[in-house]
């Protein structure tokens, strides 16, 4: 294909979709891609990999950069009413227990007698709805109606602290950053003299002993979330749960993701945790169904009660102008950095038939994308290299800038739309005639001719008319 064509579009064709509307075995290309490009890797992979932990590479980190400072901005820096907080992966033992994932973060376990592969009993029964427990098939062997009764399995890593190893050294990596920021309510809302209603907003790390991780970052043994805890009055809960809801909504949309692939899902009774009074979820439509990728939860005054029952510590908020003082209310929205980065992804993933040649594009939104531009010469000789340098160096540091001279021009493209990049800069002959160079769109694949001295403000109008 001839990408040298000013006028090319995309519309010319685009190849077959699965049931999702995905491309036909995305997962299977998104782990390659991922891989190939720099976005993926599986943790440890010359020693044979870690069950379900992943690495990032340059790309990937500049993706789950990008999108982590996406919603730092828009649930903390743009607003007036959350603070952010920073808390430690360990903490104090005692905080677990008060949270109740000492006695009840378990999921119930099965175990195939066959192969002694133990599954999640929840998934095992949405996956054979229609068969009781005693006639339900292995996934792994295959054999039908072995598996034991149910046994709980608590999902927090354990460590020790200090030199001993024993019980009363016991620590946990967090399993969820929540918790941090709910022993910090009275600190935080006394230091930046916030009242309620108000939000503390938190993104960590958090780590769970899942049994049965899998669909490439969907489900994790370590992951990062961002979460934000929004500490209302008692009586306005039902509100703000509406309102957190539609905002969080409206955030995935301007995202970029689409819409007929998002949906809300509300928790049935059997579903509802323990601490939650209403809970629902924003699903994705994954190439491996609909699934949940961010929380929105009521979760009451449990959490604060529980800590100052457990601590002996006041938590109470005291309200100035009714003179009242009382335990206020928590929505939560929780969200997962590496499933949003899945979602984003899968998304954004695209193979288009141009012109008889099939391009892979990932179509993400200028401002998520890791290049923002890539500045070529059209080739290696008359002073191109040197123009197309200095423009890289020019743009570089207000924007995220890659200089590329190695293969056919049309090769490079077809690099940078892999890599989600949405402006490619070429220096071509005309160049040092006029001091203007093309500007080719990813999406569109329009070239136009713009001034060298105008590429900043180009490149800053299409990323900020977002
Ligand atoms: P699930 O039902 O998928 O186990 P959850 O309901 O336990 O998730 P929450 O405790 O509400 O999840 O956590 C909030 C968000 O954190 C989830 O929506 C998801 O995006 C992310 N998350 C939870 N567990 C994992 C995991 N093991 N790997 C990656 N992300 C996760």
């Known amino acids: 294909m001839s990408d040298d064509d000013p006028h090319m579009s995309s519309d010319d064709a685009s190849s077959g979709q ?4 995905h491309v036909p075995d995305l997962m299977d290309r998104l782990v390659s891609l991922c891989k190939q490009r720099g976005f993926v890797f599986q943790s440890s992979e010359i ?14 980190v500049e993706l789950k950069r990008n999108l982590r400072e996406a919603w730092w901005r828009e649930m903390v820096t743009s607003r007036e009413d959350v603070e952010g907080l920073e808390t430690g992966i360990l903490m104090n ?25 133990r599954f999640r009993e929840d ?16 996934p792994v062997c295959g054999v039908t109606g072995e598996f034991t009764e149910p ?49 503390v907003a938190q993104t960590g790390r958090s780590f769970r002993n899942e049994i049965t991780p899998g669909n490439f970052i969907f489900r994790t043994r370590e992951f990062e979330q961002m979460e934000m805890q929004y500490f209302v009055e008692p009586g306005t809960d039902d509100e703000w749960l509406a309102t957190w809801r539609e905002r969080r909504m409206e955030w995935l949309v301007g995202l ?24 629902w979820d924003i699903q994705y439509r994954f190439p491996f169904g609909w699934q949940e990728f961010e929380g929105i939860h009521n979760r009451t005054d449990f959490d604060l009660a529980s800590h100052q029952e457990h601590s002996g510590k006041k938590l109470e908020y005291f309200d100035h102008e009714k003179q009242e003082r009382y ?59 040197e123009i197309a340098h200095a423009i890289a160096d020019d743009l570089r540091g207000r924007f995220a800038v890659f200089y590329d001279e190695s293969g056919s021009i049309g090769r490079r493209y077809r690099r940078q739309d892999e890599a989600g990049t949405p402006f490619c800069i070429t220096v071509d002959g005309q160049t040092s005639e ?17 001034p060298i001295s105008g590429l900043a403000k180009h490149l800053a109008a299409a990323m900020g008319g977002e």
């Open 18 to 21: 699965d049931p999702q509307g």
């Open 47 to 60: 020693y044979g990999g870690l069950g379900s932990v992943y690495d990032y590479g340059p790309l990937g």
């Open 93 to 117: 033992p005692e905080v677990w227990v008060a949270s109740g994932h000492v006695a009840g973060f378990t999921d119930p376990l099965v175990e195939c007698r066959n192969c002694h592969r």
């Open 123 to 138: 998934h095992l029964s949405e996956e054979q709805p229609d068969a009781e427990r005693g006639e339900w098939q292995c």
């Open 151 to 199: 046994r709980q399995f608590n999902l927090m890593f354990r460590t020790f602290m200090g030199p001993v190893e024993d019980e009363g050294s016991v620590a946990y990596l967090r399993p969820e950053t929540a918790q941090g920021t709910y022993v910090n309510f009275r600190n935080v809302q006394e230091s930046a003299r916030q009242k309620i209603p108000f939000g």
């Open 256 to 279: 970029g993701i689409r819409e007929d692939r998002l949906r809300l899902h509300r928790h049935g009774p059997e579903e509802l945790a323990h601490y939650a009074k209403e809970a």
């Open 327 to 385: 335990l206020p209310y928590v929505i939560e929205t929780a969200i997962g950095l590496d499933r949003l980065f899945l979602v984003v992804l899968a998304d954004a993933y695209a193979e288009e038939e141009v012109e008889g040649d099939t391009r892979t594009v990932l179509r993400l939104k200028p401002s998520l994308a890791p290049i923002t531009a890539a500045v070529f010469p059209l080739v290696k000789k008359d002073g191109m290299p």
């Open 434 to 450: 006029d001091d203007t160079v093309t500007v080719r769109d990813r999406d569109t694949l329009e070239q136009v001719r713009v």
